[in-house]
């Protein structure tokens, strides 16, 4: 670390100290625990990478120039004219866009307007970098509305913080509501809703699409011809598609294996069948002799007295790295099925 922000900063973070300062233990016995912790490597510390060190005031300027939701007030600034109220106005310096407004204090203060091309990288390094510590949303806002500001900046913030994997995971016990309890609404037509592992047995056909009555000749043979074009849909085989991929990022280079769970013998048959249909559809694969990974299956009874087959990934879930996203409310969820 060549310029560290402050003079000592704790942790196992690269290059913060020399890699040849160890410490030697000595002692007279080794338990089987010690000595597969000393072979098992030390965890680093979750640090972002460098962000931000390939922005220069050319490339600002050019993004500036591209983003589309800043020409209006590149204009403003241009005609230098104050919009709307006096204390917030736009003007260019330097050949960047910057915003003039006052602070709590009354002090007129400047602001770089960041283009969308370097934002999460801005709200990345107000709340995630290493003096930062995963502040709050208000703390968060604070630090970068000091010397940057954007259109939605206040939203994207909030969105920002919200989806932080790690505030996530280390959120004070009780700060999250508790869920209140709805009434469910009762179902009164037939298969209007349905839950759907896997249907086995169905038989779909173009001409069980029921087709408008009051639609002209014309529409309706324009109809038959997408259902006559599209007739491979209409199967109760479920498909694949290579539309959409997802890439599992690990902790660590470790291979996450266990031993297979013993199932009553009872069950072999019914699991073993399972299997069989579930490859034949193409749902699952065979595993190659190669791979160094394997999960435990166990069966599940469900209520209708069928059995469900789950793999255990409990132990590839504690290593991966979660790919955070905004939660929805789940007051929002329960209100709009009490509508339905």
């Not at 100290?17 to 680093?44: C, G, H, Y």
Request: aromatic fraction near 6%; glycine fraction near 6%; charge should be neutral.
């Amino acid at each position: 670390m060549d310029n560290p922000l402050y003079d000592v900063i704790i942790g196992n973070v690269p290059g913060v100290s020399d890699e040849d300062n160890t410490r030697l233990k000595a002692q007279a016995v080794v338990t089987r625990a010690q000595a597969k912790q000393q072979v098992k490597p030390i965890k680093p510390l979750k640090v972002i990478k460098n962000v931000g060190d390939d922005v220069t005031r050319e490339k600002l300027i050019a993004l500036q120039g591209q983003d589309l939701s800043l020409a209006k007030f590149m204009k403003e600034a241009e005609q230098n004219q104050k919009a709307g109220r006096t204390e917030v106005y736009f003007k260019m310096k330097d050949g960047i866009l910057y915003r003039y407004c006052r602070n709590f204090e009354g002090r007129e203060i400047s602001q770089v307007v960041i283009p969308k091309g370097l934002r999460e990288t801005v709200m990345t390094m107000a709340h995630d970098a290493v003096t930062s510590g995963h502040q709050g949303q208000k703390k968060t806002k604070d630090r970068i509305w000091r010397e940057f500001w954007w259109p939605g900046f206040d939203s994207d913030v909030t969105r920002f913080c919200r989806s932080c994997d790690t505030c996530q995971r280390t959120i004070a016990e009780g700060r999250v509501p508790s869920v209140p309890l709805r009434k469910m609404p009762i179902i009164d037509t037939p298969i209007e809703r349905v839950a759907v592992d896997i249907l086995i047995g169905l038989k779909s056909d173009k001409s069980d699409v029921k087709v408008n009555p009051e639609l002209t000749e014309e529409q309706r043979g324009e109809m038959l011809k997408v259902l006559e074009e599209f007739q491979h849909v209409f199967t109760d085989v479920p498909g694949l598609t290579n539309l959409g991929e997802h890439s599992i990022t690990l902790t660590t280079e470790e291979p996450i294996h266990s031993r297979p769970y013993s199932l009553p013998h009872s069950m072999q048959k019914e699991v073993e069948k399972e299997l069989h249909v579930m490859l034949k559809l193409g749902i699952i694969e065979p595993s190659t002799s190669s791979s160094s990974y394997s999960s435990p299956i166990v069966s599940v009874r469900k209520p209708d007295g069928s059995n469900r087959v789950c793999v255990d990934f409990r132990k590839l879930n504690k290593v991966t790295v979660f790919d955070p996203e905004p939660m929805p409310q789940p007051e929002q969820i329960f209100a709009k099925l009490e509508k339905d």
